[in-house]
């Protein structure tokens, strides 16, 4: 059984430019969610998709975007990057659009702004 | 909407010593509750998690944490700290019907000294 995978594991990128960072769910897991971490805090959550749609989202700002494909991986895409988007970001993959049996998180993309 | 505090921002413990780490949730009715492990460098891995019926719940390498309704609580212990443990923790709450999002403590460091 794989984990979830991550990719890249860093990135380095201008302010202004667009980024898009990959995930590959656990094998069996249908939901994905991405959260993002900044430095000394926890995870926030940026949105769920669970079969293909958006399931839920947090309070970030429509630049924020991603997609779930038939395969249950997913992108996260930023557009018009800002300084404060430097953070990791992690997926986390779980069973069930509930997700009420934990998530598996990946290692997660390390994203620094300059 | 549910809310997690962990007022420890560090704890240092020496090794063998007991553990007790502290998170309180806001929420109306009764959560789902997690606890979930970061090594530096690394994504989050469940410790364990609370749904319902027995209030003491068993996690992995040791670990077990108790949910107190009356005082919403929800404390991580483990009875002999080990230099391995030496980690970021973060406590989790997530409503108990509906869509799932987990929302996150903003974590406790915890140092082991030898």
């Known amino acids: 059984e794989t984990g979830v995978t991550q990719s890249p594991t860093h990135l380095i990128k201008t302010r202004g430019q667009q980024v898009t960072l990959r995930c590959s769910s656990q094998s069996g897991h249908n939901t994905v969610s991405w959260y993002q971490q900044a430095l000394g805090q926890g995870p926030q959550f940026i949105f769920q998709?669970?079969?293909?749609?958006?399931?839920g989202r947090g309070n970030f700002p429509p630049r924020f975007s991603g997609l779930q494909f038939p395969n249950y991986s997913s992108e996260l895409n930023v557009n018009a990057l800002e300084l404060d988007d430097s953070a990791l970001y992690l997926c986390?993959?779980?069973?069930?659009?509930?997700?009420?049996?934990?998530?598996?998180f990946g290692s997660g993309t390390r994203l620094t702004v300059v | 909407a549910q809310s997690v505090t962990q007022p420890d921002i560090h704890i240092t413990v020496s090794e063998g010593a007991s553990l007790e780490l502290r998170c309180n949730y806001s929420y109306g009715a009764t959560p789902y509750l997690f606890w979930y492990v970061q090594s530096p460098g690394q994504g989050l891995q469940l410790l364990l998690k609370y749904f319902s019926g027995d209030t003491l719940v068993q996690g992995i390498k040791g670990f077990e944490a108790e949910f107190k309704r009356s005082q919403s609580s929800f404390n991580l212990r483990k009875p002999s700290v080990h230099w391995s443990d030496a980690a970021e923790y973060f406590c989790a709450v997530a409503r108990s019907g509906g869509s799932y999002i987990p929302t996150f403590g903003r974590g406790t460091s915890l140092i082991v000294h030898p």
């Open positions: 986390a993959s779980s069973l069930g659009g509930q997700g009420n049996y934990g998530y598996t």
């Open positions: 998709y669970y079969r293909e749609e958006e399931n």
